[in-house]
Structure formats: C-alpha cells, structure tokens
C-alpha cells in the first residue's frame, strides 16, 4: 500500500473489518505519513494504550467516547499539526498571533471576544473554503444538542467584520455560508 493523498488527520479504529488498524498504523508511519493520527478502541488496558503510542499514534481515545471530547482532541491535533506552522499571520492590514490570540490592524490591537477569536481562526485554518452556518455553529458551540438554528453566526461574523473594518476579508457565499478567500 502507498499514501498519494495527502491527509491533515487520520482517525482510525484498531479493529478494522479487514484487518489491525495497529498493523495499519505502523505501515502508515513506515511509509513516513506525517499526518497526526488519533487511534480509538474500546480496549482499556495500559498496554493497548502504549502499544499504540508507540506504534505512532498521536493520540488515543477510549470507547464508549463523547463527541465533544473527540472534537476537543481532533482541534489540539489539528492545531499541532497545522500546515499553519508558523504563529503569525498577515492578510492585508490584518495581523494575527495565534500564539498569543492576538489581532492587529495596522499595528493597532483589536479586542475580540473568544468566540470571535476562534471564528476568525476557524475561517483562515480553512481559507478558500465556504463554511456553513451550520459548520461554523457546530464548531463554535461544542454542545452538540443545542445547536441552534438561530443568526448567532451571522451575528459573530457581523461583529467580526464591524471590529476588524473587513468587509472585504469575510465572504458571504449567498445561500451558503462564509469564507476568507487568500
């Protein structure tokens, strides 16, 4: 077997129907995939967590598991791993420190809310993809039983544009949802 593709995150379950996804696990790392990989299983046993740590996961979450911690992990992995290696970022008179979730325009320090904050990061970790509402709500919400359908995003995205004079910088996708386009 050999990767082509190029993946941000492999989430992988260590009973497979054709197979050990720990045996997969250390092929994908033999073929030098790089890809943060976050291994499931409902063995609780220390020795099955250190196995596959060892084998090159990431990460290692125990079954039954709630969704919010599984998202939880998959946002520390992906912050980890990001193609956004550096902290810093320029867009046009726009400044941004993830580090130390700063934003600055011209020089002049932008105070946003965290909600606002991760919106912004949200929408450049995935520049030149439209989010919908729903994507967008669902990331900021992490309490997946109320997510509501209400303008809470539309309203975030409002306050983001009036705070940071950007119009330009968030698209609306009519019908759809948002952008960043770079």
Excluded: C
Excluded at 144 to 152: E, G, L, M, R, V
């Amino acid at each position: 077997m050999s990767i082509k593709k190029k993946y941000d995150l492999i989430l992988l379950d260590w009973i497979l129907p054709d197979g050990n996804g720990i045996d997969l696990l250390i092929r994908l790392r033999l073929e030098k995939l790089q890809a943060p990989i976050l291994l499931f299983s409902s063995k609780k046993e220390i020795e099955d967590k250190v196995e596959a740590l060892d084998g090159g996961a990431d990460d290692y979450l125990e079954k039954p598991f709630s969704n919010i911690e599984l998202l939880a992990r998959i946002r520390a992995l992906l912050r980890r791993e990001s193609v956004q290696k550096q902290t810093h970022i320029q867009l046009g008179k726009l400044s941004i420190d993830f580090s130390s979730r700063s934003v600055q325009i011209r020089g002049v320090p932008v105070k946003l809310s965290a909600k606002e904050f991760e919106l912004l990061e949200f929408l450049i970790l995935n520049a030149n993809t439209v989010l919908t509402r729903y994507q967008i709500s669902e990331h900021l919400s992490r309490d997946f039983d109320h997510i509501a359908a209400s303008n809470i995003v539309d309203a975030h995205i409002k306050n983001l544009r009036k705070k940071l004079d950007a119009d330009e910088l968030i698209q609306t996708v009519r019908g759809v949802g948002y952008m960043i386009a770079q």
